[in-house]
């Protein structure tokens, strides 16, 4: 079955700086790469998604980028806001979805 | 928010109890899925629904037993659970299953066995 594995675990940032979180997955034939935002108290919200025949998605200050050579795949948030603050989970669907153990982002203001 | 409920949000309950979650969806889809969420572990996947029928079970103990009467509604039975079943179940649903469906998630239950 699909392996992800996502880094860091957590990462703390300025307010206005960028945030990076790198995943890997191990099943060539995932196809279906979404990132998850989840807050406190809430359940895992869909922020973006990437398919496999697409290398990069922008959606305002969120991007994604894929190579499905190296199978990695990562986030990148601009400009971050309190707001952003929150646990992110990358995902990889083969035929089912195997989700990362997550990145706790704190943004500092 | 999600147009996926879940109830009830909390539940504490005994190892010789029985309690059952239960999770609608308002979205019209025709799957939906039970995960387990433990601190900073991936999401486990417990269970799937398709059109009403289970097409997956990810190895799960017997004390765990869902029920999909019909494509909007979504049980999972609890008996005789352990301490380290205490978790957070999520409930989510996607248009179908398998592919490459966004999945909404619920809010979830937060359980704990004494």
């Known amino acids: 079955g699909e392996n992800v594995e996502q880094h860091p675990s957590t990462l703390s940032v300025q307010e206005g700086d960028s945030a990076v979180i790198k995943c890997t997955y191990s099943?060539?034939?995932?196809?279906?790469f979404p990132w998850y935002k989840q807050e406190l108290g809430k359940g895992p919200q869909l922020i973006i998604d990437i398919r496999s025949n697409v290398g990069e998605k922008k959606d305002q200050r969120i991007a994604v980028t894929l190579n499905k050579t190296a199978k990695h795949f990562s986030l990148h948030i601009t400009e971050t806001q309190p707001e952003d603050s929150a646990v992110y989970f990358c995902a990889a669907d083969d035929y089912k979805l195997s989700f990362g153990a997550g990145t706790t982002v704190t943004v500092r203001a | 928010e999600t147009g996926v409920t879940q109830t009830p949000r909390h539940l504490v309950m005994g190892m010789t109890n029985k309690k059952s979650l239960k999770c609608e969806q308002h979205l019209g889809h025709n799957a939906m899925y039970w995960y387990k969420q433990s601190a900073k572990k991936p999401l486990e996947l417990m269970f799937v629904y398709n059109f009403k029928e289970q097409t997956e079970n990810n190895s799960v103990p017997s004390r765990f037993s869902p029920e999909c009467p019909n494509s909007s509604h979504l049980f999972l039975h609890l008996h005789t659970l352990q301490p380290e079943d205490s978790a957070l179940y999520l409930c989510?649903?996607?248009?179908?299953?398998?592919?490459?469906?966004?999945?909404?998630f619920g809010p979830g239950t937060r359980l704990t066995v004494l």
């Open positions: 099943d060539s034939a995932s196809n279906y």
């Open positions: 989510a649903s996607s248009q179908a299953a398998p592919g490459d469906n966004e999945q909404f």
